[in-house]
């Protein structure tokens, strides 16, 4: 996505020639973060909530950022119908910075809960296992 709107603002290429990419792109990426987001959800981090009363409010925090996300890259698929080159890049830059935080925090996150079970083989196979599938 970041090739085809560069082109387009070098002059390189239409933005009507780059659009199908463009829509391709973005819907692809959504469809594949929403679910990535839905297995997460689904899976490791409730495991992760109902072994430590503590992460409760982390597992809250990133499930809220998932939300803030969505809603984000779904403004930004949805301004793709009515497209105007300045507004779509600010909105893409937007969701960028929203998800690069949100997978820091995540990381370090389970980064976290990796340490808190160290002591526990079992656990930590399980948590493996869980992040594997997410």
Same mark, same amino acid.
């Given at each position: 996505?970041?090739? /085809? &709107?560069?082109? $387009?603002?070098?002059?390189?290429?239409?933005?009507d020639?780059? &659009?199908?990419?463009?829509t391709?792109?973005? #819907?692809?990426?959504?469809?594949?973060l929403?679910?990535?987001?839905?297995?997460?959800?689904?899976g $490791?981090?409730?495991?992760?909530?109902?072994?430590? !009363? /503590?992460?409760?409010?982390? $597992?809250?925090?990133?499930?809220?950022?998932?939300?803030?996300?969505?809603?984000?890259?779904? %403004?930004?698929?949805?301004?793709?119908?009515?497209?105007?080159? !300045?507004?779509?890049?600010?909105?893409?830059?937007?969701?960028?910075?929203?998800?690069? #935080?949100?997978?820091?925090?995540?990381?370090?996150?389970?980064? #976290? $809960?990796? %340490?808190?079970? /160290?002591?526990?083989?079992a656990?930590?196979?399980?948590?493996?296992?869980?992040?594997?599938?997410?």
């Amino acid at each position: 996505m970041h090739e /085809a &709107l560069t082109r $387009v603002e070098r002059g390189a290429s239409r933005l009507d020639d780059e &659009l199908h990419e463009l829509t391709d792109g973005i #819907e692809a990426f959504r469809e594949a973060l929403l679910d990535h987001f839905a297995r997460e959800q689904e899976g $490791v981090l409730p495991w992760i909530a109902s072994r430590s !009363a /503590a992460s409760s409010a982390r $597992v809250d925090e990133l499930i809220a950022q998932h939300d803030r996300i969505a809603e984000t890259l779904t %403004a930004v698929v949805k301004d793709l119908g009515s497209f105007e080159l !300045a507004t779509w890049s600010a909105a893409l830059a937007r969701f960028e910075t929203l998800y690069a #935080e949100h997978t820091q925090s995540e990381t370090a996150f389970f980064a #976290e $809960v990796a %340490a808190s079970l /160290a002591d526990d083989p079992a656990a930590t196979s399980q948590l493996r296992e869980l992040l594997a599938e997410r």
